[in-house]
């Protein structure tokens, strides 16, 4: 079976695969160009994907070159997943200082997409704990990047959608933690205007936070949800014991089972759920990684597969693009089982093309269901794109060149840095 993104679309087939197992082997000059990584396959839309040329299936480069427990101090190769890294290094006390919402992303993918997660607010982005990373490039150099100012390819490589050479490993910065549990803290929001309060205050306390919202609830309750705060655990004698369990989404349903009746009924459920406003434990697996827990769960979208869209607005404009943004999904009658806001803090990214920046990200999950879909996302990008605010490569698959060239000012300094035998079907898309 063809690689694909998570998502599964867009459907493009490579010329070739090739899997990497040797970090050190000189690639065969015979493959077929252009080159590309692909991880693990979690990201979403085409910054993965080829159309031609030969896609180097990196989860072959799976191993840790060293580790200092004293200091938090990881290096390893760039196929190396979040959760290998996990099972290694929370048993002796460190964590990762960035992670997305799954941990089945790869190393390398987390520094080509410079992933995020609930704490940008307070540590940044993926990027900002790299210490170094090794670069392969085409010609057969090799360039060790390090986040040293004036280093272009550092700043390059980092959300550089694995563009400028093959990123043969990384060495990471983790953070210190007392044991596997999380102190959080849930609660319920009416509408928008509770969550802008609310989220102001808890990121002043709380180094993670998250909110869900029901993106199907109109009027006075438009945008209410459920926000999560959360941090590690102190040290404490007895803790509760935890036991992670697994499904499997078994099979592709002829259609979506995402449906108007199902959100309906989904959203007001889980609105409704219990809160915890004066905290309790929490693993981090769930916390962290609630879907991981449904193997395959994008199989219920579908044979057709979906569409992510996650979006940032500039802090000026959230209050007033958030929910012109839902207003335009009620109206066109789609919703998402996942609609999670989260404000971004105010540290600059360290790379040239990175998502995270100032302001308020939006991210749902819609059904394809062809024209349609693509009539609505072309509407909420008009109001991204008047807001100033622009989408996430990792998380798209039909983004037009005008708004990720709006969105991402440093494209034109970004291409000098990459490799010419190197490229993807979203490059293509974006640039052309």
Aim: proline share 7%.
């Amino acid at each position: 079976m063809m690689p694909r993104s998570w998502n599964r679309l867009p459907r493009v087939d490579p010329d070739r695969v090739e899997l990497l197992t040797n970090r050190s082997q000189p690639l065969d000059s015979n493959l077929p160009r252009p080159l590309l990584a692909y991880g693990n396959g979690r990201s979403y839309g085409d910054v993965c994907l080829t159309e031609r040329g030969t896609l180097m299936l990196t989860r072959g480069l799976d191993r840790f070159i060293d580790f200092d427990p004293n200091r938090g101090v990881l290096r390893c190769e760039a196929g190396v997943t979040l959760a290998e890294i996990l099972a290694l290094v929370v048993p002796r006390g460190w964590f990762l200082p960035s992670t997305p919402g799954t941990r089945l992303a790869t190393v390398g993918g987390a520094v080509a997409n410079d992933v995020h997660g609930k704490n940008h607010h307070a540590l940044g982005s993926f990027g900002h704990h790299v210490r170094a990373l090794e670069l392969w490039r085409s010609d057969g150099r090799v360039i060790e990047c390090y986040p040293e100012e004036g280093n272009g390819w550092f700043r390059a490589t980092i959300g550089g959608l694995g563009l400028t050479g093959l990123i043969r490993w990384v060495e990471l910065q983790l953070i210190p933690i007392q044991n596997t549990w999380m102190w959080v803290e849930s609660q319920r929001f009416a509408n928008l205007d509770e969550f802008w309060t609310l989220s102001r205050r808890a990121e002043a306390l709380w180094p993670y936070t998250v909110a869900w919202i029901d993106c199907l609830a109109k009027g006075k309750a438009q945008g209410r949800g459920i926000l999560l705060a959360g941090q590690h655990a102190a040290a404490q004698a007895e803790l509760p014991v935890f036991k992670e369990g697994s499904k499997r989404m078994l099979f592709d349903p002829p259609f979506s089972l995402v449906n108007g009746l199902s959100l309906r009924v989904f959203n007001a459920l889980y609105y409704r759920q219990s809160v915890k406003p004066q905290g309790g434990l929490s693993h981090y697996v769930p916390y962290f990684y609630p879907l991981d827990a449904i193997q395959d769960w994008n199989r219920i979208y579908g044979r057709s597969g979906f569409y992510q869209y996650q979006c940032v607005v500039p802090p000026r404009e959230a209050e007033a693009a958030i929910p012109a943004l839902l207003d335009t999904i009620t109206r066109h009658g789609e919703g998402s089982f996942l609609a999670v806001l989260k404000t971004f803090g105010p540290m600059p990214s360290l790379g040239m093309l990175s998502f995270p920046r100032p302001g308020t990200t939006l991210a749902l999950d819609f059904p394809n269901r062809g024209d349609k879909t693509r009539r609505l996302l072309d509407k909420l990008d008009a109001i991204v794109r008047e807001a100033g605010g622009t989408l996430y490569p990792g998380k798209d698959a039909r983004m037009p060149a005008s708004l990720f060239q709006s969105g991402y000012p440093e494209w034109e300094a970004f291409k000098d840095y990459v490799d010419p035998d190197f490229s993807s079907r979203f490059w293509q898309r974006v640039t052309s």
